[in-house]
């Protein structure tokens, strides 16, 4: 695994969209995707209490942030990468990365899967509930978003899985 944003972007990954307390499904399947394709895994996670000022021709980007409470990105950022590395911390999983990102998260997963060349974005469903549909009515689905705005194929993840999720997440791929 490497640093949070740090490095080169790894060429033809999956790009998987991870949130706090996500559900394990969204980034199981990615990393099965992954292993499928033979890809490195870029784990995203994007800060939205921060905005994008620019970016310099090398790639860095500079942002400001929208409120200042900057505590709040960082430990987000610690959450999705503790899960990632709970999940993806075993032998057989794919080569991965997590990569801070700032601003809109269709507009920054968008970007990131250019650079990257991505082979696949995958996201998760929204959550439940009257504040999450509230807050998709203003900002709009970042699955849909993305589907409009970029040709790279794009897999949305249910958050719940009705059969349950107890299968093995590294079968060898080449049985049966």
């Known amino acids: 695994m490497a640093e949070a944003g740090a490095g080169e972007v790894p060429l033809h990954a999956v790009i998987v ?22 890809a490195p895994l870029i784990v995203a996670h ?7 000022t620019y ?11 929208i409120d200042l409470d900057a505590a709040t990105g960082q430990a987000q ?6 899960a990632a590395t709970a999940i993806l911390g075993g032998p057989g999983a794919p080569d ?22 991505a082979r696949l974005i995958v996201v998760g469903t929204r959550r439940r509930g009257f504040g999450e549909s509230v807050r998709e009515f203003f900002t709009g689905s970042v699955a849909a978003r993305l589907a409009h705005r970029q040709s790279r194929p794009i897999l949305v993840v249910p958050l719940e899985d009705p059969a ?13």
């Open 164 to 176: 349950g999720d107890d299968e093995e997440l590294w079968p060898d791929l080449h049985e049966g």
């Open 17 to 38: 969209g991870v949130i706090p307390d996500q559900s394990a499904r969204v980034l199981k399947e990615a990393a099965r995707y992954a292993k499928l394709f033979g």
């Open 55 to 65: 970016e310099d021709p090398d790639g860095y980007v500079h942002s400001a942030p």
């Open 46 to 52: 994007v800060d939205i209490t921060r905005f994008v």
């Open 77 to 82: 950022l610690a959450a999705v990468t503790d």
């Open 96 to 117: 991965w990365s997590v990569r801070q990102l700032v601003g809109d998260p269709a507009l920054a997963l968008k970007h990131l899967a250019e650079q990257a060349q």
